[in-house]
C-alpha cells in the first residue's frame, strides 16, 4: 500500500535555526513528490514538485530534495512567518491523486 | 490568474441533511480533486474528475458522490450527514497531464450539528 510518513510530527526553532523536515515514502511507480505549506484554516499553499531521485528546488529559505525512498525540506534561517504545517504529498501511477503525510507543524519563535 | 474558488466557505448543517459543494478551477485546468481534511486523519482523498469523467474514487461511503461541468467546473454532495463528516473540504486544481502542480482552494469548513 502506498504511504507516505512525515517527521518530525512538531518542530519548534528559534530565528535563525536552521532545520530539515523530513518525508519518507514507499510507493509503486513515483510520477512526483510534492511539498505544501498549509496555515490555519486556509488551503494547502504549493511548494515544490520534485520528480527523480537527486533533484534539488530551492525558494527563498526553503531547498526541497529527493532520494529514492525520502525527501527533506531544509529551512535555512527561518523567521516566525515561516510558521506553518508542511504538507508532503506523492502521485503514482496513472492517476493524479496525491496521496499525503501527516504534516510537520513548524513553529519559529523571534 | 485566478485561482481556484470554492464556494461556500463555510456551511452548518444537521445531522441528515444534504450539502453541496462547489469548486471552480484555475482556467485550463481540466483536472479537479476533491480531498477530506480533519485533525485526526489529516488529507484524505475523495475522487478525482478530468474532463467530466471520475478518474479515482478514495475509501468513502456511497454517500459522497461528485460530479464534474463541462466547463470543468465541479460539485461534490454529502447525503444524509453524520456528525463525523464535519471537516475542511479541500478543491484542487491542475491540467491532468502527467505530474503537474495541484493548487488548493481556500476550501469549505462543513460542520455538522
Known amino acids: 500500500e502506498d504511504q507516505v510518513t512525515q517527521s518530525p510530527e512538531a518542530l519548534r526553532l528559534q530565528e535563525g535555526e536552521s532545520s530539515s523536515l523530513n518525508c519518507s515514502y514507499t510507493v509503486s511507480g513515483l510520477r512526483g513528490l510534492f511539498w505544501y505549506r498549509q496555515d490555519p484554516g486556509k488551503g494547502p499553499e504549493f511548494l515544490f514538485t520534485?520528480?527523480?531521485a537527486g533533484e534539488e528546488k530551492e525558494k527563498e529559505r526553503l531547498k526541497a530534495t529527493l532520494t529514492k525512498k525520502e525527501s527533506f525540506l531544509h529551512i535555512t534561517a527561518p523567521k516566525p512567518e515561516d510558521s506553518a504545517t508542511y504538507l508532503c504529498?506523492?502521485?503514482?501511477?496513472?492517476?493524479?491523486?496525491?496521496?499525503f503525510g501527516t504534516g510537520t507543524r513548524l513553529q519559529v519563535f523571534p | 490568474k485566478a485561482g481556484v474558488t470554492q464556494t461556500p466557505r463555510y456551511l452548518i448543517k444537521t445531522r441528515g441533511q444534504q450539502v453541496t459543494l462547489s469548486c471552480s478551477p484555475i482556467?485550463?485546468?481540466?483536472?479537479v480533486s476533491w480531498y477530506q481534511q480533519t485533525p485526526g486523519q489529516g488529507l484524505q482523498f475523495l475522487f478525482e474528475y478530468f474532463s467530466e469523467t471520475q478518474r479515482n474514487k478514495g475509501n468513502f461511503p456511497g454517500r459522497f458522490s461528485g460530479r464534474q461541468f463541462s466547463n470543468s467546473r465541479s460539485e461534490m454532495n454529502v447525503s444524509t450527514l453524520e456528525l463525523g463528516d464535519s471537516a475542511l473540504y479541500l478543491c484542487?486544481?491542475?491540467?491532468?497531464?502527467?505530474?503537474?502542480?495541484?493548487?488548493f482552494g481556500q476550501g469549505t469548513r462543513l460542520t455538522v450539528v
Open positions: 504529498a506523492v502521485q503514482a501511477g496513472n492517476t493524479d491523486k496525491l496521496i
Open positions: 482556467s485550463g485546468h481540466r483536472s
Open positions: 484542487a486544481s491542475s491540467l491532468g497531464f502527467g505530474a503537474t502542480e495541484a493548487f
Open positions: 520534485l520528480y527523480s
